[in-house]
């Protein structure tokens, strides 16, 4: 390998179709187990991440311009203008410095937004198997540079533009790429002539592609915007960029709150000009009015809650692809999920073998290749049953994981299912890698779902033997004899009631069942002579336990009102017995998928109204739940992970796919990947999402009850004819400090302890109804009743008119302040919540103190903002006041709670 500091790459050409895989290899100076972690490295710098470009972002000049562009904030730079021609300096200066912060908090309330999704979008890169330092590893797909060699399989997206090197079987689907619909055949050879079609181009691989059949190994010769793909994209970079449906919905109610505001501003400020106020004070008023009425940070909070809210999840081991699943997320009210490595621990341990008549029992649990073997109890050596030994060859050879010790611990690379048989035939002393090298594969018959089966061909001193494994019926039917330990013997119906009823017995005991079958056959590989009239080699029985943190989701489900369900294509006896264990099967039904398969569509929708199981279940069955539960009106999330589940994951709501062992295909499919495969990460996203709607309820009910009780106390003021209580430039510093710190604070309030307790919210229903609407209500008028109350007993007291309006400025702030406190939650006390739970909401609340007290007692802006110093005595009343907004919404909350029940 060259590690020269000057590489000379051959990495420009795009011809690789017409040399050799020597002569590709060579160019890129690689090797068929591909180059080192550090040359990876060196090549990283110099051709970057391996992702296509998105379409260039505003730069943070252009994004913080674009905070001044709005009408409103227009507006309010004529009007500081105006107040400079009328010689208001001091108050025109005081508008500008307030929007100028309101403009730069924007800015950064947007720039950290546009992060976060950034950084998000990384993270949901899928990953590849490489060769780095001659082993095979999984590597974000962002970091292949060419020059690496991949391994791809059957369900797998190709991550680059590739020269394949080796083929078995090789499909590809291209249509994505060259509207080709049947998945092309790969091979090796030099593709001859100038200018091929991408089509024709057989022995490429394509990013963005994905593979339908076969295993491959191919050099990367292309990525990024190099790539095929990358060509394409160039000319598709001015897409559209869409909201979710939250984000339209709160721009429509952002939009109306606006029209009402300047409505509202327009005619208060004509009634003010009636009652003898100047009509160029009237005009700054009523902007300013205008300005703390309309919610302006509403997308910036939406879209900060949102992002912190995903990035919380990715915590939780839970990807969000796409964020309008967010939203949908707290309303998910059925989860149908896969039971393998989900509800499981995805360590199969083979437990029990069937074989010539005999059960026989291993011990061991987990990967680590040490256990005993015994019958009726007594242990023996394995190498003196013969039977047994050619079972766990069979099984072996028909196999393509690995096992490794890595870091002292050890892993299968690869299917669980097959990790199992691979540690059992290592627990009897065979030496796998040695045998799989010693009896060379020469052909195979991957892996379907719909066939449940795998067949490989191994040359055995000059013969060939075809051995294949999957659910025990379809190798039983295939098979005419079973092997006694000494001879082939002719299977009666006997035997086959035997064999079934020892499959039926380890299903029972929650076993995944394997079969096991074998035959010599002739160099003329087929279907028919490799996987018909076999001999049955015997049945494996292995255990996937439950992970322990499942139990705890599952009763986190029925507590939030979401109904599990397990779909599965294991035997329906295994199924049943997890789905005890785990409390999901509760006294519903369970179903099989040949029975489904034979259902009417009316017949579906009764049967999925009862159904808590289905067995057996192929992914086209998986599809038809998903949409007989839809059509009444569910909310469903559904998990998969293989090539056919893609359908089903694309339709339901939420589409949830394996990060560890799930396929590209799904992955892309998808909404949401768990990062673990873990049911309990889908039930942790589910509270992140309720959590991340309430929070932006919660910003509103803050927001607009507050603005109520402002709005309110002017009505009053210009109705009873009295002096404003609050001047032009007071409105617009309690809006920066409200709408700006208190209101992003709010957002990032962590999940409530009792929020999964609550049924999930209904879709239908908008963002602001029930108890949010009537507490914005409440809340708004009593603090417009109590701090207009503190005003015109100033004012009927004798106070001067600066006094009395700097008392109503404090109060007014104080009380929102308070009501901070009170929208940290709809139903827990504020006075019993941690107060260090959202040290962002307490710091605001700190910095929105000191910037009311340095206005109220700073000589520079008391006449700004037309304050007066206040004592003492003052200070007790505007505690007394405000408080009570705290006070009153406890005993609202302690009422209700007991007499009527919590929020929902």
Known sequence: MDESPKMELDSGRDDWYKISPERALLALKSQTNGITTYEAKRRFKLFGENIIEQEERES???????????????????????????????????????????????????????????????????????????????VSSVELVPGDVITVKAGDQIPADCRLIEVNNLKIIESALTGESLPVNKRLDIAEGNNIPLGDRKNMLFSGTTVS?????????????????????????????????????????????????????????????????????????????????????????????????????????????????????????????????TLTQDEMTVRKVFAAGKLIEISGIGYKPTGYFSHNGVDFKPETDKALMLLLKAGNLCNDTALKEIKGKWQVLGDPTEGALVVA??????????????????FEIPFDSETKRMTTVSRENGSFFSYSKGAPEIILDSCTHYFDGENTVALSDEDRDEILNAAYSMGSEALRVLGVGYRETQPDFSIENTESKLVFAG???MIDPPRPEVLEAIHKCYTAGIKPIMITGDHKVTAVAVAKELGILKGGDVITGVEFSDLSDAEIDKVTDTTEVYARIAPEHKLKIVESLMKK????????????????????????AMGVKGTDVSREASAMILTDDNFASIVAAIEEGRSIFLNIQKYLVYLLSGNLGTVFAMIVALIIGSELPLMAVQILFINFLMDGLIAIALGVEPSEKGIMNHKPRNVKQGIMYGEPLKMTVGIG?????????????????????????????????????????????????????????????LLSILISILFTLIVIYSDIFQAAFHSVPLSGSDWVMVGVVSSSVLFVVELFKLIRNKFFGKAD
């Open 213 to 341: 059949y076969g295993r491959g190994k191919a050099l990367v010769v292309g990525t990024a915007m190099r790539t095929e793909f990358g060509k394409i994209a160039k000319l598709l970079q001015n897409s559209e960029k869409r909201k979710t449906p939250l984000q339209e919905n709160l721009d429509v109610l952002g939009k109306n709150i606006g029209i009402y505001a300047i409505i509202l501003a327009t005619v208060m400020s004509v009634v003010g000009v009636l009652r003898d106020h100047e009509i160029v004070e009237m005009f700054i008023w009523g902007v300013a009015l205008a300005v703390a009425v309309i919610p302006e940070a509403l997308p910036a909070v939406v879209t900060i809650s949102i992002a912190l809210g995903v990035r919380r999840m990715v915590k939780r081991k839970a990807l969000i692809r796409k964020l309008p699943a967010v939203e949908t997320l707290g309303s998910t009210n059925i989860i149908c999920s896969d039971k393998t490595g």
């Open 633 to 656: 009106g569910n909310i469903v999330t559904m998990t998969g992970d293989g090539i056919n589940d893609a359908p089903s994951l694309k339709r339901a709501d939420i589409g949830v």
């Open 539 to 541: 049945l494996f029985g």
């Open 60 to 138: 943070p000049w252009a994004l913080l311009l674009e905070q001044f562009k709005s009408l409103v904030i227009v507006i309010l730079i004529i009007a500081a203008v105006i107040s400079v021609l009328i010689g208001q300096v001091v108050e025109a200066i005081a508008i500008i410095i307030i929007v100028v912060l309101a403009g730069i908090v924007g800015f950064i309330q947007e720039y950290q937004a546009n992060k976060s999704l950034d950084a998000l979008r990384k993270l949901a890169a899928p990953f590849a198997t490489a060769f780095r330092d001659g082993e095979e590893k999984k």
């Open 781 to 841: 008028l009593w603090i417009g009743i109590v701090t207009m109350g503190l005003f015109m007993w100033a004012d009927a007291a004798g106070y001067s008119a600066k006094h009395a309006s700097t008392l109503f400025f404090a109060a007014l702030i104080f009380s929102r302040l308070f009501n901070a406190l009170n929208c940290r939650s709809f139903d827990e006390l504020a006075l019993t919540m941690n107060p260090l739970g959202n040290k962002p909401l």
């Open 425 to 442: 035939a290592a627990k009897a002393g065979i030496k796998w890698e040695e045998e799989r090298n010693n009896l060379e594969r020469v």
